[in-house]
């Protein structure tokens, strides 16, 4: 396997979060390949700049994505996080008439 990607962690946990805005902290890492705590002290980053918000629902934790947030570096902060999930998230899921 190759020892770099073209997207940081930080952009992985949240295409796994548009992917599934219930993911658990242990299903996030085992996807990104990084420990339940990198997940969390990522998850703090994207919270505490805006781009995730954090919802306690019964025991699980519920995120939503601020899909009008601009991405952080100069070269792609013309680019809002809406645009990366599109390009990048979860394929579309097809519905088929039974």
């Known amino acids: ?8 962690n930080h952009a992985h946990v949240l295409l796994c979060l548009a992917e599934d805005p219930d993911h658990r902290l242990h299903d996030i890492a085992e996807r990104v390949g990084i420990t ?8 703090a980053d994207l919270i505490a700049d805006g ?3 954090r919802e306690r ?4 934790n519920h995120y939503t994505i601020h899909p009008e947030s601009r991405l952080r570096h100069p070269l792609e902060a013309h680019h809002r996080v809406a645009e990366l999930v ?8 097809h519905q088929t008439n039974c």
């Open 1 to 8: 396997m190759a020892t770099w990607t073209f997207l940081s």
């Open 36 to 43: 339940e705590r990198g997940v969390q002290l990522i998850l």
């Open 51 to 53: 781009y995730v918000e």
């Open 57 to 60: 629902v019964g025991r699980r």
């Open 86 to 93: 599109e390009a990048l998230g979860p394929a579309p899921r």
